[in-house]
């Protein structure tokens, strides 16, 4: 059964850094372009960062830009968000997702991310 497990959230004071890893179980995430996404208490949903199959191209909310590296190694079936100088706003629940096409899409259960001091 395909299977996507986010790691890597935790506290972290504001400036600091944390890595997120989304691990694919089940599935092949070469054949997936990927995004995370983030949720804070009482917002919606929104994309934070994107990438293609092959990883040679990426986009950011403008948000994280300059902050936030999306990157994968489809070897280890691994996708990463390394997020760096973080602010109490990058709060939230941090969720991966791999895209196929049509209905071939499959997300993780999420990991908590709490920027605070």
């Known amino acids: 059964q395909a299977q996507l497990v986010e790691s890597g959230g935790g506290l972290v004071q504001p400036g600091g850094s944390l890595r997120l890893s989304c691990a694919a179980s089940?599935?092949?995430?070469?054949?997936?372009?990927m995004n995370w996404h983030r949720q804070a208490p009482g917002k919606k949903r929104e994309l934070v960062a994107a990438?293609?199959?092959?990883?040679?191209?990426?986009i950011y909310a403008d948000s994280v830009k300059g902050r936030f590296t999306i990157s994968r190694d489809n070897a280890e079936n691994t996708v990463y968000l390394q997020m760096n100088n973080l602010e109490p706003e990058d709060t939230a629940v941090y969720f991966c997702?791999?895209?196929?096409?049509?209905?071939?899409?499959?997300w993780g259960q999420g990991t908590q991310v709490t920027v605070s001091s």
């Open positions: 997702q791999a895209v196929g096409g049509g209905l071939d899409n499959y």
């Open positions: 089940g599935l092949t995430l070469s054949r997936y372009a």
């Open positions: 990438i293609t199959r092959a990883g040679d191209n990426s």
